[in-house]
């Protein structure tokens, strides 16, 4: 699976574009807080600028960032999120909010409990496998119930602090971990976690 090409992260018409930014926010009808974010951050007008030529959807975009940035407790955040996905039926993933956004409603569900995370899990694999949202996310979510249920996890990228150390949890398959890390667009551990690269290191040499 290859994000080089991915038509959401290319926008090579950025700058001719940004130069007509006002025009374009207007026609469109932008709503007043996504305004301002799109005049203050040229990066973000990148993502708007894929968002007008997929046509994303503007009136789910504002609601995610008002989700993240403003004070909500995590069960309003859930609550948030169930609403949005109750709409459209499934994960808001990148033809929905932009890779930019993808994430916020994730890292919403990574937050949840184990029944909440379940409740997702296969919105998240449908997003992977129709490239609406990058696999790492569901690596990460895989992994966490994985945890949860007290089993060893399989990508690795769930840890814990014993006395101020990070430490990974147990992982199912240690010698290809890396490759499986790798199918799911991570790093492998050595690269991404230099400490916790080499304790798997040790832990392989054992074996």
Same mark, same amino acid.
């Given at each position: 699976m290859s994000y080089d090409n991915d038509p959401y992260t290319s926008c090579q018409y950025v700058e001719k574009e940004y130069r007509k930014m006002s025009n374009v926010i207007y026609q469109n009808n932008i709503p007043w807080p996504l305004h301002c974010l799109i005049l203050r951050e040229k990066a973000f007008?990148?993502?708007?600028?894929?968002?007008?030529?997929?046509?994303l959807d503007s009136n789910i975009i504002n609601q995610i960032i008002t989700i993240r940035d403003d004070g909500h407790n995590d069960r %309003?955040?859930?609550?948030a999120i169930d609403e949005i996905v109750f709409k459209i039926k499934k994960y808001p993933g990148r033809s929905t909010i932009g890779i930019d956004l993808e994430y916020v409603p994730w890292k919403i569900i990574q937050n949840g409990d184990i029944n909440y995370l379940e409740k997702y899990l296969n919105y998240i694999k449908i997003s992977v496998e129709s490239h609406d949202l990058h696999p790492r996310y569901l690596a990460f979510t895989i992994d966490k119930i994985e945890v949860l249920k007290g089993y060893p996890q399989i990508y690795g990228t769930q840890s814990y602090y014993n006395e101020g150390k990070? %430490?990974?949890?147990?992982?199912k398959d240690l010698k290809n971990v890396d490759m499986l890390r790798a199918q799911m667009g991570l790093y492998p551990i050595r690269g991404s976690r230099a400490s916790l690269g080499d304790i798997i290191v040790d832990r392989l040499r054992n074996k």
């Amino acid at each position: 699976m290859s994000y080089d090409n991915d038509p959401y992260t290319s926008c090579q018409y950025v700058e001719k574009e940004y130069r007509k930014m006002s025009n374009v926010i207007y026609q469109n009808n932008i709503p007043w807080p996504l305004h301002c974010l799109i005049l203050r951050e040229k990066a973000f007008f990148q993502s708007y600028c894929n968002a007008i030529n997929l046509k994303l959807d503007s009136n789910i975009i504002n609601q995610i960032i008002t989700i993240r940035d403003d004070g909500h407790n995590d069960r %309003e955040k859930q609550l948030a999120i169930d609403e949005i996905v109750f709409k459209i039926k499934k994960y808001p993933g990148r033809s929905t909010i932009g890779i930019d956004l993808e994430y916020v409603p994730w890292k919403i569900i990574q937050n949840g409990d184990i029944n909440y995370l379940e409740k997702y899990l296969n919105y998240i694999k449908i997003s992977v496998e129709s490239h609406d949202l990058h696999p790492r996310y569901l690596a990460f979510t895989i992994d966490k119930i994985e945890v949860l249920k007290g089993y060893p996890q399989i990508y690795g990228t769930q840890s814990y602090y014993n006395e101020g150390k990070e %430490e990974l949890y147990p992982i199912k398959d240690l010698k290809n971990v890396d490759m499986l890390r790798a199918q799911m667009g991570l790093y492998p551990i050595r690269g991404s976690r230099a400490s916790l690269g080499d304790i798997i290191v040790d832990r392989l040499r054992n074996k």
